[in-house]
């Protein structure tokens, strides 16, 4: 049986770990060629031989515009084509630092990583597909970009334009035959989010269940894949509920320290 995609050429930014390397792996085994670019030349290459030769591995600072160039020339002359690109790659910013006491000095590099690198993937995606019969772009937001919340400012601001982004190009590359799609990860546990494995009852997001790349990944694969050849400007939240609102047991554990009047 042919997979979901059979016969399509993707890139996957930051797609040496986490949720990059898991979207990888399922796109491989959907019958996608792959491109995995990342600065981690190690896991990367690795990851790329691992996979096979379905796969190959390009060293790419999504930040530089020539590389990602250089990147997408790469995909076309190896695969023969470029049917899906996955702006996945992102940093974090400073953590542990209240607003009034951060000093921004990342501001620059986690805008660069974070919205630059979506930005100019998808451009030179894009061209290259607006030539060729169209494609799916697929960016990496967060909740934190959704959703307000106390830290992580410029991260939270990196990944709020990044949905801004995504819904603007969508229409402007629509012409085109290019869809453009944005996934908002909640608690997956990454190098990024790092976050330690409470027990389920103390997650704060209704489906207890802890989130991994590979559901990620499995959302990637629906837009990429023709099952939403009708889907552009989509924000996909892959959040377990924490975008929808507080868990039951949280609610009342609230109610009832309530009505204990505390």
């Known amino acids: 049986m042919p997979g979901e995609l059979s016969g399509k050429v993707a890139i996957v ?58 990147l997408v020339d790469f995909a076309v002359a190896r695969f023969g084509g470029l049917h899906v690109m996955f702006n996945n790659a992102g940093i974090p910013s400073a953590m542990n630092v209240r607003f009034l006491d951060d000093t921004l000095q990342d501001f620059q590099r986690v805008l660069n990583v974070n919205l630059l690198g979506v930005m100019v993937g998808s451009q030179r995606a894009a061209r ?58 909640g608690l997956i546990p990454t190098d990024i989010a790092a976050f330690d494995r409470a027990p389920v009852r103390q997650l704060t997001q209704p489906l207890q269940r802890v989130g991994q ?35 039951t047991h949280r609610v009342m554990r609230m109610l009832a320290a309530q009505a204990k009047g505390e």
């Open 13 to 70: 930014t930051g797609g040496a770990g986490g949720i990059g390397l898991a979207t990888a792996e399922l796109f491989v085994e959907e019958g996608a060629a792959v491109v995995i670019a990342d600065v981690d030349a190690a896991k990367g290459e690795a990851a790329a031989a691992r996979l096979g030769a379905a796969v190959a591995f390009v060293r790419t600072d999504v930040a530089d515009a020539g590389e990602v160039q250089a």
């Open 128 to 185: 290259h597909m607006a030539a060729h019969g169209g494609g799916s772009i697929i960016n990496t937001s967060s909740i934190a970009g959704v959703s307000a919340g106390g830290g992580v400012m410029t991260y939270r601001a990196s990944k709020a334009a990044v949905i801004h982004f995504t819904r603007s190009l969508a229409i402007e590359l629509a012409d085109h035959g290019i869809r453009v799609n944005c996934i908002a990860p």
């Open 213 to 247: 790349p590979r559901d990620v990944a499995n959302a990637a694969l629906y837009l990429a894949s023709e099952r939403s050849a009708q889907t552009t400007g989509m924000v996909l939240p892959v959040d377990g509920g924490i975008t929808v609102g507080a868990p």
